[in-house]
């Protein structure tokens, strides 16, 4: 009784810890919450919508959980399924405004993106940040538009470009001009990239520049002790060769009598 009693509480203590997320795991959890992103996120009107839209959203996280868990069998919930894609996100916009705005004073690069996150932002630079229904508001964005009325307005700034208009008016121009921020985006980022690898180079030029001029310094020394040592044995063999001709001067008669004391 007692083993299975340790069973089902280590049993219990996996489920409550959770297994580790595999990066395909990840980037599934992404593909699926951005396939039915409208309903999720999307802002529903009408009276009685609230209810309503509650009990959509926590039967899309519930469907997206058993989804995960039918292909990899972690036993996750609908709760860290949505905290998980939460904390991907946030650390997809802290890295990616981290490389648009780097800070002063020099220090680490910014952490290279994951291959979850760098699927999420590739997803969302893709199109304009509004989701839903005509109208509606993607209340997990961190940025939104505001206007006073829902005639056809666009509100740009460096981070995106939100358009609200309302159903009748035209979305032409509004695609148009996204197009192109998107693909000013697209340059500023890879052009940011590109000065970064060229500071890691030159840092690791200057690095090994002066790794080489260290190199040579202790070849000098070696050098240097080298020619002493080499005086010092000169200076040692010059000696014995004194000694050995001043013991012959006073000691002759060892030259005829190697064994002589």
Known sequence: MAEKDLEKFISAAKRKRGANWSTEEEIILIEEVL????RLFGKMKGAGVKGKHGKIKEETWQSITDTLNSQFRNGRTSESLSKKYDNIKQRAKDKIDGIR???????PPPAPLTQAEEALYQAMDTRPNIVGLVGG?????????TAHSLSSTVVEND???EACASGDASNSHTDRRSTEKKKKKKVASREILEELEIENLKLENEKLAQEMKKLMLEQKKLETEEKKLQSELEFVEMKKSYMICKFNAEFPECLLNPTCT
Do not use: N
């Open 35 to 38: 396939k039915f992103e409208d």
């Open 137 to 145: 508001i993607d209340s997990d964005e961190p940025l939104a538009c």
């Open 101 to 107: 705005r780097p800070k002063t004073g020099g220090g």
């Open 159 to 161: 981070m995106c470009v």
